[in-house]
Structures are given as structure tokens and as C-alpha cells.
């Protein structure tokens, strides 16, 4: 018998007792749409929790400061800095060359005078009160954080709205919900800032401007949209923008007397985020960057710690998913083996024509294989669904408390794991009803009738 | 077979109701890709040069009302800085002397003037400030400045006219853009601290709106 005639009788049993098929497909889809549902969530709420843990940064970011480390700390997670000491382009390219270092992305932070401009909200926002968009814009003392956007992945940075200002954009910045705080908005009405401007002004102090002798402050001002809100711990300020901004605001002061009453140190970064190249390489980065003489912090055990009680979960979760798809398996040997003894006359009829042992037990094979196959598309479909809508109620929870949402995209891995396991689990519980047709003898399959 | 018809139906029904879950700006402004090209190629810095009238330093809401800081908000491109680098009892002399050497370090693209009204009330001789102011906007030339705009000064500052006269015809010979404030009506009062004309809020806004209209009339392209 042909591969393709075997395919054919397969189909045609199928056919013939189509409510059954049909229920015993229903039967893997739902154990599939379970284990592939919990799967999914698994992987999520995985992602989600550790994202939090290392604030929206990478897992393997380690942040350097600029101070000399703390002996009597160095196998804490934030150890306390020592004293204050400079991070310069030497020290930077010492760090990138140290081993297992993925990348290392410099941040400025510089203090400025912050500026809402007016109107503070969009006029288009909705669910704004009018107390906010009709109060004064808000002026305050602030900084405002530079990074390299080129690497805003390897940096605690989450975005809420909008989007991260281009790398090279002289007006463009992203503000914090500290600055939504400020204006009396919530996280959740990120939005609304999102294309207002705001304007921040660089001090700078002067001697003998009149040749009097007395010192003068001037701002160096200048003017940005917002283009996102973010929630970020690359630095304490509520203003994010690309590191060329904030350096050139950083040149004016440091271009006056005594830049250090505004608090700025002669390190020309603030604080150096670092990517090891695995969870396993964070230690030794951490101690090699030690050696080279500065504080570190990351938050490796609470990492690691979580990534366990994870895997815990994943592992509980997959299980339930697997005792699932087993009882369908079972109702597939059981829907199989009553199919024999309905068909003895047909085995029989297909042995006296020629028919080989083989043939009969390929028969049922395949048709085991087309349940499995059916159950597990339909059964991987449905637990995308129900990820998906699942993920619509934690998402709407998540914003009400202000954090950013979850994203259930197309886990290619589960889906393959789910349709292949339900194949692979048809064919193992069809085996026995197959071999069981297989051995029947003509004579007796005949004779039964 | 009515039982059979009956369980299929369930189960289309079913797998039906799994499928239907499982598919279920203003003129000033540039774009900021339009900005960002506009400024890698020509760095742009607007600096503000004057007295009482244009300091405001009192408080730091009081730097929003300040004409510079309105003009710098809604007369010049988004991706310019701006200094601001007035100082209060300066004559024109006396910014010549103090406000022009960070002008010199700054290297603006434009700069905007509200000089006089400490020499006014100080009353200083009208070729005394001649010479001052022309010698001032030679001083920006020098500087590099390309965009100068010079305001005369509001009626209400006092006997100005004379003093108008002569920013005119300095600006005149300069190539500078004059920005009449002479012929506005600009609201404000004699400072009692200072005694001088300083414009109140709405002062502010006036000169601002009297600068960016020259600013725009001269230069379209901002």
C-alpha cells in the first residue's frame, strides 16, 4: 500500500465517524489550548516580573558610579558608594575591554531649570481634568539625564507613551512620571504631554560681569517636545534626552566659575550602565570593575533569587498543561481501539486482498497523526486567544497602578512545543490500537462478522 | 444520526467560538527631522542683550513673562538656545563692557537689543549714547552676529524720543532690524527700586510680539 493510499483510508475513517474524530480532536485542542495558554502566561508574567526587577533594564545590567567602591560591601546588590571619583573617556574604555562585557553605555546627568511650556497638555488629550490644563506651568530645579539612545536597551528605561527621542535630536526629550506628578497627571494620562514642549535652562555663573566684581547667573535655555514618557532609573531627573543635548548644556556650566556649586563633579559621567554577557558573568564583570576602581551596583541575587521561584511556576504550570494532553492522548488510544473493533471486517477485507501488517498499522497511524495534528492547531490557536484576552485584564489592572502593560506576541516555540507534542502524543496513543489491528489475522477479522 | 448531527454542531460551535477569540503645529515649529538636519549644519543661538526691562530676575516664574524668553518660544526655530544676558542699571556703555564679552564666548546667530532706558533716566548726553550704541552693534558685527534687532524705546519710559532718534539711525547704518516700540502701546511703570521703566506683563508680551513680527518680517525663512 502507498503512502498516499494510506492517507486516503485514513481520511475516509475519519470522515465516516466524524462526530467522534470531532470530539476527540476537541478533546487534545482543549488540553493544547490549556498547556499552550499556561505556557504563554508562564512566559510573560516571567519577562514582566524580572523587567520590573531590573526596572526595564537588561537582566545582566550592572551600574557603575562614579566612586571609589565600598570594601567593607562588595557582595551586596547596592552596595553604599565611596568617595566620589571621576569616570573618564580612559576609565570608559577600560571597562568596555574588560572580559564578558556585552556593552557599556555612559549617562550624564546635569541640573537644570525646568520649564512646562504652555499649554502643558495636548489639546486633544482625553480624561484630563481642566484644573490641569488651565493651571500655570509649572518652574523648577531639576536635572536632566543624557544617554547614548543607541543603547536604550541596555538601560533601566521603560517606555509608557509616545516614543524615545531620536539618538542625535537636538529637541527632542522624554520626561518621567515625575514630571507627570508635577503637573498633576498619572501615569496613565501619559499620553496627554506626549508633542507639548517644554523648555530647560543650564546655569552658568559669571564673575566681574560688570566689572564690579559681583557674581551673576545665567541660563542657557533651550527648547524640546516631548515625545514620550518614560519610567526610567538612568538617572534622578525628570527629563531624558540624547547624550549630545545634555553634554552641550554640561559644556555651558562647566564653561563658568565654580561649576561645582550646582553640584557638578569634574567626572565627565555620571555613571556608567555596563551588560555582562550572562546572568553567569555579572559577578565577575562586578569584581573586574571593582579591581578598576569603581562602585557598583546591580541586582544580581534578587535576580536570580526570582528567576527561580520563576522557573518553579513554569514548571507547575506546564505539568497541569501535560496531565492535560495526556488524558486527551488516552481518549484517542480509547477512540482508536473502538475504531478497530468496528473495522475488523475491513482489516479483514484489506488483509485477503494483500494488505500487510503494515499497511493496517500505517492506516491507523495516520489517522492518531491527523487528530493530533487538528487538535493541536486549534488547540494552540485557542490558547493564544486565551493569552491574549487574559493578558487584556492584566493589562487594564497594571495600568490602573501605573505600570506599563504586558505584551503576549506570537511565542513561536510554544506554538511548535504545543502542536508537535499533541502529534507526538497522538502517534504514541495510537500506537497500541495500531498494532493491535496490525496483528489481527484475515481469517478471524472475517470470521467475527 | 440526529444524535451525530447534534454532537458535530457542538463541536463546530465550539471551535467556532475558539476561532472568533483567536482572531479576535505652528508655523515656527519644523518637523524634528527637518530641525535636526537644519541644526547639524548651522548652530543656532539666540542672546538677549538689556536692563531692568529685560532682566526680570526677581523670581523664576518671573522669567516666563520676560519678553526674551517669549520671543525665544515662539519667534526662533525649536532646536535654537538662548541666553539671556541682561542685567539691570546697564547702560549701553556698560553692556558694552560686560555683556559683550559673553557674546563673544557664546558666538549667537542672533541677537535682540533692548538698551537705553538706564541711560534715560540716567540722561545720559544723546552723543554720548550715539557713540556707545553704534560702537555696540560694530562690536556684535565684529562678533559674528548676523541677525541684530534693536528696539527703540516705549513713550512711557519718558523723554525718548531724542535717544529713538539715534538707535534708529545706528541701526540704520548697521544693518540692523529696528523693532518700534515707540509707536506701541507698551503697558509698565517707573520701577521704584531702580527707577526705571519696567514693562509689566502685558508690557512684555507687547515687545515680544513687536519682535517677533520684525523677526519674522526680516527673516522669513525663520
Redesign the interface.
Known amino acids: 500500500m502507498r503512502w498516499r493510499d494510506a492517507w486516503l483510508f485514513a481520511a475516509r475513517s475519519v470522515r465516516r465517524r ?2 467522534r474524530a ?2 476527540t ?2 478533546a487534545i ?1 482543549l488540553a493544547a ?1 490549556l498547556l499552550s495558554s499556561l505556557l504563554i502566561a508562564g512566559g510573560v508574567a516571567r519577562e514582566r516580573v524580572l523587567n520590573e526587577v531590573s526596572r526595564g533594564g537588561p537582566l545582566t545590567g550592572i551600574r557603575v558610579d562614579a566612586a571609589a567602591p565600598d570594601p567593607g560591601a562588595l557582595d551586596t546588590d547596592a552596595p553604599p558608594p565611596g568617595a566620589p571619583k571621576s569616570i573618564d573617556e580612559t576609565a570608559l574604555s577600560t571597562i568596555r575591554e574588560l572580559p564578558r562585557v556585552r556593552s557599556v553605555t555612559p549617562v550624564v546627568l546635569h541640573p537644570v ?1 525646568v ?1 512646562a ?1 504652555d499649554p502643558v497638555v495636548r489639546a486633544d488629550a482625553i480624561g484630563v481634568p481642566a484644573s490641569v490644563s488651565t493651571r ?2 509649572p ?2 530645579r531639576d536635572a536632566i539625564v543624557g544617554a547614548d539612545l543607541r543603547h536604550a536597551n541596555d538601560l533601566p528605561i521603560t517606555l509608557l507613551a509616545g516614543r524615545l527621542p ?1 539618538i ?5 526629550v522624554a520626561v518621567s512620571v515625575g514630571y507627570l506628578r508635577r503637573l498633576g497627571l498619572t501615569s496613565k494620562q501619559a499620553d496627554a504631554v506626549v508633542g507639548t ?1 517644554i ?1 530647560y ?1 543650564s546655569p552658568r555663573l ?1 564673575t566681574n ?3 564690579n566684581g559681583i557674581e ?1 547667573l ?8 516631548i ?1 514620550g514618557v518614560v519610567a526610567q532609573d538612568a538617572g534622578n531627573g525628570d527629563v531624558l534626552a540624547p547624550l549630545a543635548q545634555v553634554q ?1 548644556a554640561r559644556d555651558w556650566t562647566l ?1 563658568g566659575v565654580d561649576p561645582s556649586r550646582f553640584g557638578i563633579g569634574v567626572s565627565a559621567y555620571s555613571a556608567l550602565f555596563v551588560v555582562a554577557d550572562g546572568l553567569d558573568s555579572v559577578t565577575p564583570v562586578r569584581q573586574a570593575i571593582t579591581r578598576v576602581g569603581y562602585s557598583t551596583s546591580a541586582p544580581e541575587s534578587l535576580i536570580a533569587q526570582v528567576e527561580r521561584y520563576v522557573r518553579v511556576v513554569e514548571i507547575v504550570l506546564g505539568g497541569i498543561g501535560t496531565i492535560a494532553l495526556v488524558i486527551a492522548a488516552l481518549g484517542i488510544a480509547n477512540a482508536l481501539l473502538a475504531a478497530v473493533r468496528e473495522r475488523r471486517r475491513e482489516i479483514g477485507v484489506l488483509k485477503a486482498i494483500g494488505g500487510r501488517d503494515r499497511d493496517v498499522r500505517r492506516m491507523f497511524l495516520l489517522e492518531a497523526a491527523m487528530l493530533g495534528t487538528l487538535g493541536g492547531v ?1 488547540g494552540a ?2 490558547g ?3 493569552a ?2 487574559l493578558a487584556g485584564f492584566v493589562n487594564r489592572y497594571l495600568e490602573q497602578q501605573g505600570y506599563a502593560g504586558v505584551n503576549v506576541g506570537v511565542p513561536a516555540l510554544i506554538v511548535a512545543l504545543t502542536i508537535g507534542g499533541s502529534v507526538v502524543l497522538a502517534l504514541v496513543a495510537g500506537t497500541l490500537p495500531a498494532q493491535r489491528a496490525a496483528r489481527l489475522p484475515a481469517r478471524r477479522a472475517m470470521g467475527d462478522r | 444520526m440526529r444524535a451525530r448531527r447534534a454532537v458535530v454542531a457542538f463541536v463546530v460551535a465550539v471551535f467556532g467560538a475558539f476561532g472568533v477569540a483567536a482572531c479576535s503645529g505652528s508655523d515656527d515649529r519644523q518637523s524634528p527631522a527637518s530641525s535636526s538636519a537644519d541644526n547639524a549644519t548651522r548652530p543656532f543661538t539666540l542672546v538677549a542683550l538689556g536692563d531692568e526691562a529685560t532682566s526680570l530676575l526677581q523670581s523664576e516664574s518671573s522669567i516666563r513673562q520676560s519678553w526674551a524668553q517669549q520671543f525665544f518660544l515662539r519667534g526662533v526655530p525649536r532646536s535654537t538656545s538662548f541666553v539671556n544676558l541682561a542685567q539691570q542699571s546697564s547702560t549701553v556703555a556698560a553692556a558694552r563692557g560686560a555683556q559683550l564679552a559673553v557674546v563673544r564666548q557664546v558666538r549667537p546667530r542672533v541677537v535682540v537689543v533692548l538698551l537705553g532706558l538706564d541711560d534715560v533716566r540716567a540722561g545720559e548726553r544723546i552723543g554720548m549714547f550715539t557713540d556707545e550704541y553704534s560702537g555696540l552693534l560694530a562690536d556684535l558685527k565684529a562678533a559674528g552676529v548676523d541677525r541684530i534687532l534693536v528696539a527703540t524705546l516705549p513713550v512711557a519710559a519718558g523723554a525718548v524720543a531724542p535717544y529713538n532718534a539715534a538707535i534708529r539711525a545706528e541701526a540704520r547704518r548697521a544693518g540692523a532690524v529696528v523693532v518700534d516700540l515707540a509707536t506701541r502701546s507698551v503697558g509698565g511703570s517707573v520701577d521704584a527700586r531702580f527707577g526705571v521703566f519696567v514693562p509689566d506683563a502685558d508690557g512684555q508680551r507687547t515687545i515680544a510680539d513687536a519682535f517677533v513680527a520684525a523677526y519674522r518680517g526680516a527673516f522669513p525663512d525663520a
Open positions: 466524524i462526530g470531532l470530539l480532536v476537541l485542542a489550548a531649570w520649564m511650556a500655570e506651568p518652574i523648577y531620536a542625535d535630536a537636538p529637541d527632542e514642549e523648555e535652562g559669571f560681569d560688570g566689572g551673576t545665567r541660563g542657557r535655555w533651550a527648547r524640546a517636545e515625545v552641550a564653561s486549534v490557536a485557542a493564544l486567544a486565551i491574549r484576552t
